[in-house]
């Protein structure tokens, strides 16, 4: 049975000036959507994913929002240039995983009306744009 379900990525404390949209859509075809500049405050980006049962009866995760193979679907956040700032030195994603969200989360989150949400830091230990798969990742909780 597919379910649908809201999900929120909060970016915590992205670079000043940087902007960064949540990435609907693959290959030439896709588009950036809720394009945000920091001001190096949190920046919040939801959507809708879809639920199914998975070939291994664990959930699998589906929709325009949704990028990879079974087993290791992510959402991608585009940053700089990717996200539509020509002027920035950064062209970059990130990857922020879907992985360990449990039958039981895809249920309270759907029965109840909550969403789904995580928060991801916006910078590397560089201090530069966090790029590639999100780490360290505290996973995902119900709000």
């Known amino acids: 049975m597919d379910q649908e379900l809201t999900c929120t990525i909060i970016l915590e404390k ?59 679907r992510f959402i991608y956040l585009s940053i700089g240039t990717m996200a539509g700032q020509p002027d920035s030195p950064w062209s970059r994603r990130l990857k922020v995983p879907l992985r360990d969200i449990t039958w039981a989360m895809v249920q309270k989150a759907a029965s109840a009306g909550h969403v789904l949400q995580t928060t991801v830091p916006g910078k590397g230990k560089d201090g530069t744009p966090s790029c590639a798969t999100v780490k360290p990742f505290d996973g995902w909780k119900i709000k």
């Open 14 to 72: 992205p670079v000043p000036g940087v902007k960064t949209g949540l990435q609907k859509g693959s290959g030439n075809k896709h588009e950036i959507l809720q394009i945000q500049q920091s001001s190096g405050n949190d920046l919040t980006y939801t959507f809708p994913i879809k639920v199914k049962t998975g070939k291994d009866e664990q959930p699998d995760f589906a929709g325009p929002f949704v990028h990879g193979p079974v087993g290791e």
